[in-house]
C-alpha cells in the first residue's frame, strides 16, 4: 500500500511543536522570574498529540483537510499556555487518588478529544449512514434535554451540568451535534421541497408548512428548554446555526429574516418576562453604571482588554490576580479571550480570531466539495456551531453583544466541550476526506 | 445551488468576523487610554492600596481621617461617625464615596491624569505626595446637631450664608467607615450588614434623600410671589376666612386647612398666613403666580437639577429637588390647578432635600443672594504630626453667589419668617425655634415649620428652616435646614433642632452672648 503523506498538515503543525513548549517557558519565566521553564511536560505532552493524531490519520490513509488540525493545535495550544499560567486551582479533577490541576485537566480532555476525532475521521468515513437515523438523533437530543431538565444541577443561575460520579458532563455540547445531525439529514431530504413549493405573501416567501413542521416543533421545545434551563448562549447559538443551515439549504434570504424577527421578538419577550434575561441585557447596555456590583466581570474584562492595547503585555505579564482574588471572574471560561488578549495584545487576539477564521473557512470549503447535499449542510452546521461560538463568546467579551456563558472552542477550559469540538472536527475531516477522493477517484480527473 | 449559499454564506461570516474584530480594536487600541485613566481602573485602585493617602482635618485642625501602612497595606481610620455622609470612605474593596472620592487625586497625590507622564515621575523615582485637606465644617457644631437628631433618621444642614461654607452637614442614621477601609478581605462581611439594615445607614440622606417638604415650600412660595409682585405683604384674600372653615374648592377638589389649635380663621395677610401656616392662603398665592412662574422660580433656586457641594470637578454630589413629577430629570410643567395649589403650600408631588432647603434659607438670609456651598476650604501639604501643616497649597474659597430674588423680595421674606418664630401667632408653631430660648440674648431667630403628611398611617416627617440672626439690621451667620423622618410636627422636633444647632454656632462663632 502507498503511504499518503499529509506533507501541508506536517509543514504547518512544526511551528507549533516549537511555538507551545517555548510560550510555556516564556511565560513561567515572567511568572517566577527564573529560568526554570515550568511544566514542560504538559506543553510535550500537548504537541505530542498532536503528532500522534498527525501520524494516525498517514497511517489510516485519510486524506481529508489538512489546515484543520493546525488551526485547532495553535487555537489549543494558546489556550493551554494561558490556562497554565492562571491558578491551578480554579478548576481541576480528582478522584481515583489523582488529582490534577486545570491544566493537567484540559490536556486530559485533549487526549480524550482527539481519540474520538481520529476515530470518528478514519471510522465514519462513510459518514452518509448518519442520515438514516435522523428520527433517532431527534429522540436523542430530547432525551439529553429532559436529562438535563431533570437531573441538572446549577451553577451561576444556569442549571446545565450532569453529574456522573468523577465528572460532570454538559449534555448541551452532545446535543449540539445531535441536531446538527438532524437538521442536515431533514433539510437535504425536503430542500427541494422547501425552496419549490412556496406560500407568497407580497414580496416574503413563506416556507410550506406541513414540511417544515416536525422541525419546527423540534426547534421550538429545544429553544424553550433552553431558554428555561436559562442558557442563552447555547440558545443564541442554536437558533443561529438553525438559520444558517436553513439559508444554505434553501438560498431564501426571507426565511433567515423571519427566523431573525421571531429572535427578536423572543428576545424582547424573555427581557420582559425574565429577571435574569434583563439583568443581563442592562449590564449589557452600561456595565460601568455598577463597576464593582453587576458589572464588575465586564467591566474588568474591558479594563484587561485595555490594559492589553495593542501588543500585550506579555505572556505571564497580565494582571490575573488583584490581591487575592482573580482580576476576572471566570477568566478560564468566559473570559479566556480577555486574558489572552490582554498578555498579548490586539496581535494575540487577531491571531486567535484568524485561527478561528482557518476553521471557518476551510470548513465552507469542504461543505462546497461534499458530493450531496446531507455532507454540504452537515459540514456548513459543524462549521457554522464552532464559528458561531467563538464569535458569539468573543463578541460578549468586547461588549459588542449581551455576555453569555459559552466557551471559546478549544481555547476555554471544560472538558464536555473540548470533546464535544473534536467530535466535530472528526466529523469534518470524514466529510472532507469523502470530498477528496470523491474526486480525485473522479475519471475526469485521473 | 448549494455552493452559490455557501459562498454567501462565507461572505456574511467575513463580515461577521471584521465586526468582531473591530469590537476588539475599539476596546485595545481606541478606549485604552480612556480606560486607563478612569478613576475606577481597577489597577489604579490596586496600586493606591499601597499609597498613603492625606489627612482630612476639620476647621479648629482636628483629624477626622488619617491613613497609616499596616503590613504593605494603606489603611484608612475615620475619627467620628458623624462624618461619614460628607468624608465618604476609602474602601480597597468598595471604592470611594464623599470628599474621598472627590478629592482622590489630591489625596494620594496623583495629580497627573496622563499615565505616561505619570510613568516618567516613575522613572524619575518621585513618590507620589499626599496632600491634606481641611474642612470647613467645625467638628463641635457637626457632633452638636448629630446629637440632636439623636437615634432619629433625619439631616441637618447648615450653611454660612454668607459664603456658602457648609458649618454642619449630618445624615443620621450613619455608621463607621473604618471596617471597610481597611483589609479588603475583611470588608465584605460589615459592609453586607449595613446594606441589609433597613435603617439605610448608607443613604447620605441631607444631600441624596428626597422628601416631601411640607410647609417649609411656603417661604418658597412667598419668596417668589413677593419677587415677582403677585403679591405685597399686605394682601389679603377674602374669601379665605370662610374657605377656611369650608374648604377651597379648585377644580372640584377641596383643598383643606391643617389643624390650626386654638387659631381661629381671620383675614390674614402674608405674615400671619406664613405665621399660622395656612395653606388656603399660599393655595391662593400660588395659582396667582401660576406653574409657569412657580416652576421658573424654583429652578432660579437650585430645584430641578443635580446640585453640587463644591467646585465642580471636586464636587460632593446632590440629588435634585423637584416640584412636579421629574420627567427625564427635569422638572416637568404642572398638569393642573389642584397640582399647583398643592405644592404651593407643599405638599402635591413636591420632593425636596435638606441640602437645597438649606439653600432656599441661605438665599433670604442673605437677602435674595443664593451662595454657592462647599466643604473643603484648604489644601495643605501633608503633615505626620497629627497637626495641619503650616504650608497651604491652595484655598478652595467660596465659588460665588446668585442673586435669585430682589433684596426686597428677600427682606420681605425674611421679616415673615421671623414673625413666624417670634409672632404672635408663630410662636405656637413655631416658636422653640426661638435661639434665646437657648442662651442667646438680645438676637432674634426667623424661620418656618414643616409637617410633611406621607399619607396612609405613616408619621409625617418634620422640618424646619431658618437663619440667626434674623432681626433687622444683623447680618445671619448660620442658615439652616432640619428634617426629621417620621418626626411628626415640624414645631414638636424639627424647629428646638433647629434652634439650638443655630444657638450653639452663634455661642461658638463668638456672634452670639
Keep these: 500500500m502507498r503511504i499518503t503523506w499529509r506533507s501541508a498538515e506536517l509543514r504547518l503543525l512544526v511551528p507549533i511543536l516549537f511555538a507551545v513548549p517555548l510560550g510555556f517557558a516564556i511565560t513561567n519565566i515572567a511568572l517566577t522570574d527564573t529560568l526554570d521553564p515550568g511544566s514542560m511536560h504538559l506543553a510535550l505532552g500537548y504537541v505530542g498529540l498532536f503528532v500522534v493524531a498527525h501520524l494516525a490519520l498517514v497511517l489510516f490513509g485519510h486524506r481529508g483537510d489538512q489546515l484543520i488540525l493546525p488551526a485547532v493545535g495553535a487555537m489549543g495550544g494558546i489556550g493551554l499556555i494561558m490556562l497554565n499560567r492562571l491558578p491551578q486551582d480554579l478548576a481541576g479533577t480528582s478522584g481515583f487518588g489523582v488529582q490534577l490541576g486545570m491544566a493537567e485537566t484540559q490536556l486530559l480532555w485533549f487526549g480524550v478529544g482527539m481519540v474520538l476525532m481520529v476515530a470518528v475521521a478514519v471510522g465514519l468515513r462513510d459518514y452518509g449512514v448518519l442520515r438514516h437515523y435522523k428520527y433517532s438523533w431527534a429522540a436523542i437530543g430530547i432525551l439529553l434535554l429532559a436529562a438535563t431538565l431533570l437531573l441538572g444541577y446549577e451553577v451561576n443561575g444556569a442549571r446545565l451540568w450532569i453529574d456522573l460520579g468523577p465528572v460532570s458532563v454538559q449534555p448541551g455540547e452532545p446535543l449540539k451535534i445531535v441536531l446538527v445531525i438532524f437538521i442536515a439529514a431533514y433539510l437535504a431530504e425536503t430542500r427541494t421541497l422547501l425552496t419549490s413549493a412556496t406560500m407568497r405573501i407580497g414580496p416574503v416567501h413563506f416556507p410550506p408548512l406541513p414540511y417544515f413542521l416536525p422541525m419546527l416543533v423540534l426547534f421550538g421545545a429545544v429553544m424553550l428548554i433552553v431558554v428555561r434551563l436559562n442558557d442563552l448562549g447555547t440558545a443564541l447559538l442554536f437558533f443561529g446555526t438553525f438559520l444558517t443551515m436553513l439559508f444554505v439549504a434553501t438560498g431564501r434570504r426571507s426565511y433567515v429574516l423571519i427566523g431573525l424577527i421571531l429572535f427578536v421578538a423572543g428576545a424582547f419577550v424573555a427581557y420582559r418576562l425574565f429577571g435574569h434575561v434583563q439583568s443581563r441585557v442592562d449590564i449589557w447596555v452600561d456595565p460601568f453604571a455598577d463597576p464593582l456590583g453587576r458589572g464588575f466581570q465586564p467591566v474588568r474584562a474591558l479594563y484587561a482588554l485595555g490594559r492589553g492595547g495593542l501588543f500585550g503585555e506579555g505572556l505571564g505579564q497580565g494582571l490575573v490576580m488583584l490581591g487575592s482574588g482573580l482580576t476576572i471572574p471566570y477568566v478560564h471560561t468566559d473570559f479566556i479571550f480577555t486574558a489572552i488578549a490582554e498578555e498579548l495584545g490586539l496581535l494575540g487576539a487577531f491571531a486567535l480570531l484568524g485561527f478561528a477564521a482557518v476553521l471557518v473557512f476551510r470548513g465552507l470549503r469542504i461543505a462546497t466539495l461534499a458530493h450531496e447535499d446531507f455532507g454540504a449542510l452537515l459540514a456548513v452546521g459543524l462549521m457554522t456551531s464552532l464559528g458561531l461560538q467563538a464569535l458569539i463568546i468573543i463578541g460578549g467579551n468586547t461588549k459588542l453583544i449581551p455576555l453569555t456563558g459559552i466557551t471559546l472552542p478549544f481555547v476555554s477550559y471544560g472538558g464536555s466541550s473540548i470533546v464535544a469540538s473534536f467530535l466535530m472536527i472528526g466529523l469534518l475531516l470524514a466529510i472532507s476526506h469523502r470530498g477528496v477522493t470523491g474526486e480525485q477517484e473522479a475519471p475526469n480527473r485521473s | ?351 425636596v432635600t435638606p441640602l437645597q432647603m438649606a439653600l432656599l434659607a441661605s438665599a433670604i438670609a442673605g437677602g435674595g443672594v443664593m451662595p454657592a456651598p462647599y466643604v473643603v476650604s484648604e489644601v495643605r501639604a501633608h503633615s505626620e504630626d497629627g497637626q495641619p501643616s503650616g504650608t497651604v497649597l491652595d484655598t478652595l474659597g467660596s465659588p460665588g453667589g446668585t442673586r435669585v430674588i430682589s433684596t426686597e423680595a428677600a427682606a420681605a421674606t425674611r421679616a415673615a419668617m421671623i414673625d413666624a418664630v417670634n409672632g404672635e401667632l408663630g410662636r405656637l408653631f413655631a416658636g422653640q425655634a426661638d435661639i434665646t430660648l437657648y442662651g442667646i440674648s438680645g438676637q432674634r431667630s426667623a424661620g418656618k415649620t414643616g409637617t410633611a403628611q406621607l399619607g396612609g398611617e405613616q408619621a409625617p416627617h418634620s422640618w424646619f428652616i431658618g437663619f440667626a440672626p434674623g432681626e433687622e439690621g444683623a447680618t445671619p451667620q448660620i442658615a439652616i435646614a432640619v428634617l426629621v423622618e417620621g418626626g411628626g410636627s415640624g414645631a414638636e422636633l424639627a424647629a428646638p433642632i433647629g434652634g439650638r444647632v443655630m444657638a450653639e454656632w452663634l455661642r461658638l462663632d463668638g456672634s452670639g452672648s
Aim: aromatic share 8%; glycine share 8%.
Design chain 2, 1 to 351: 445551488m448549494i455552493a452559490t449559499n455557501i459562498r454567501r454564506l462565507g461572505l456574511y461570516l467575513m463580515v461577521a468576523f471584521a465586526v468582531v474584530s473591530a469590537s476588539s480594536v475599539w476596546w485595545q487600541v481606541v478606549e485604552a487610554q480612556q480606560l486607563a485613566t478612569r478613576p475606577d481602573n481597577p489597577e489604579v485602585l490596586f496600586a493606591r492600596r499601597t499609597l498613603p493617602r492625606g489627612t482630612i482635618f476639620d476647621a479648629g485642625g482636628q483629624v477626622l481621617a488619617s491613613s497609616a501602612l499596616v503590613n504593605g497595606l494603606s489603611v484608612r481610620t475615620y475619627v467620628d461617625p458623624a462624618f461619614t455622609h460628607v468624608i465618604g470612605y476609602a474602601s480597597h474593596r468598595f471604592g470611594t464615596t464623599g470628599i474621598e472620592r472627590a478629592f482622590e487625586d489630591l489625596l494620594v497625590g496623583q495629580t497627573d491624569p496622563n499615565p505616561l507622564r505619570e510613568l516618567v515621575r516613575d522613572v524619575l523615582d518621585r513618590q507620589p505626595q499626599p496632600r491634606d485637606l481641611t474642612l470647613t465644617i467645625d467638628r463641635r457644631l457637626q457632633d452638636f446637631a448629630a446629637a440632636q437628631l439623636g437615634s432619629s433618621a433625619g439631616a441637618v444642614v447648615a450653611l454660612d450664608p454668607n459664603t456658602g461654607a457648609v458649618l454642619a452637614l449630618v445624615s443620621a442614621p450613619t455608621f463607621d467607615a473604618t471596617p471597610i477601609s481597611g483589609d479588603p478581605d475583611q470588608a465584605q462581611g460589615p459592609m453586607d450588614a449595613l446594606r441589609a439594615d433597613p435603617a439605610e445607614p448608607l443613604l447620605p440622606r441631607a444631600r441624596q434623600g428626597q422628601y416631601v417638604p411640607g410647609s417649609i415650600m411656603k417661604v418658597l412660595t412667598a419668596a417668589a410671589a413677593l419677587d415677582a409682585g403677585v403679591i405685597t405683604p399686605e394682601t389679603t384674600f377674602e374669601d379665605q376666612p370662610q374657605q377656611e372653615v369650608d374648604g377651597f374648592v379648585v377644580d372640584g377638589f377641596a383643598i383643606r386647612e391643617h389643624d390650626l389649635g386654638t387659631v381661629q380663621p381671620a383675614l390674614w395677610d402674608r405674615s400671619e398666613a406664613l405665621q399660622v401656616s395656612s395653606n388656603i392662603y399660599f393655595a391662593h398665592v400660588g395659582l396667582e403666580l401660576g406653574g409657569e412662574a412657580f416652576v421658573q422660580y424654583a429652578r432660579r433656586f437650585g430645584f430641578c437639577q443635580a446640585l453640587e457641594v463644591g467646585p465642580a470637578d471636586r464636587a460632593l454630589g446632590a440629588i435634585a429637588s423637584y416640584l412636579t413629577a421629574p420627567e427625564e430629570g427635569d422638572c416637568s410643567a404642572f398638569d393642573g390647578e389642584v397640582g399647583l395649589a398643592s405644592t404651593a403650600f407643599g405638599q402635591g408631588e413636591a420632593v
